[in-house]
């Protein structure tokens, strides 16, 4: 993932979004891509997963589940990561239209650092309250997430929700290595859904604390979520974020369980 952009581009973002962004801490930017694009796109993605066999066995540190929020089921929700096997995905994620909105705010060219595929079907549970960023070695200050909306996404259809403004006061959580889930009491400011149409993108840094509700709708509601880190800070780390990824999920199973894990 070492392409970049180490210049501006015509994509760029204009000064007032750019300002958008800083005071809010995301910024919503409508219809990046066509909605053809898009619907090709997933039919891609879904081509991929249907000729990997390997991708949805059980164990494989790619995929998760996610539990119906009425009857308890578990249905797949994330492909995590995908641009590494779906030439598709790779394209949107160094795609132009993106790597200069990212170079407008960094000033520099962005590195791919991870993406995930969600699928979020009908039914599918929420995400808790929690800022991205992490306290790992080299995890970066400059993470950014791009959101491509895939379907529409609405507060109903478990949409992301973010919270203006509470970027501003860094991460919210202890600097101890571990994932933290934050209390809605501890914001300051009304959370706000990210709404989108189909080809629209949404763009919010690492230390935005950001939700979902389950998906309450007949649909599913599909996302791909692109991450990034500016090019001076730490240049192309997919590779590296990856592997201290597994290793951190690894930790978490019971010691037999852990020789069931495989990446494919």
């Known amino acids: 993932m070492s392409k970049t952009n180490e210049s501006l581009s015509d994509n760029s973002l204009t000064t007032e979004q750019i300002e958008t962004y800083r005071d809010l801490g995301y910024l919503v930017v409508p219809k990046l891509f066509d909605p053809g694009e898009v619907e090709r796109f997933a039919a891609a993605v879904d081509e991929e997963i249907s000729r990997r066999s390997a991708v949805l066995r059980p164990g494989n540190l790619r995929v998760r589940h996610k539990a ?109 290595g571990q994932h933290h889930h934050l209390a809605h009491s501890r914001m300051e400011t009304r959370p706000v859904c990210l709404t989108l149409g189909i080809g629209d993108i949404a763009i919010f840094g690492c230390f935005t604390p950001h939700y979902s509700e389950p998906n309450t709708t007949a649909s599913t509601r599909r996302g791909y979520f692109m991450s990034y880190n500016s090019c001076s800070e730490g240049g192309d780390s997919f590779r590296s974020h990856y592997l201290e990824f597994h290793r951190w999920i690894q930790e978490r199973y019971p010691e037999p369980m852990r020789n069931e894990l495989f990446f494919q």
């Open 68 to 176: 119906h929020y009425q009857t308890g089921e578990l249905m797949l929700e994330v492909v995590d990561p995908i641009s590494d096997i779906c030439p598709a995905a790779r394209q949107i994620a160094l795609d132009p239209r993106i790597q200069g909105v990212l170079s407008s705010i960094y000033g520099e060219g962005p590195y791919l650092f991870k993406d995930k595929y969600f699928y979020k079907p009908s039914g599918s549970l929420g995400i808790d309250l929690h800022q991205d960023w992490i306290c790992w070695p080299g995890f970066p200050k400059s993470f950014i997430t791009v959101l491509l909306a895939i379907d529409p996404f609405q507060e109903a259809s478990g949409g992301t929700m973010v919270y203006p403004r509470m970027h501003r006061q860094g991460y919210l959580s202890e600097m101890d």
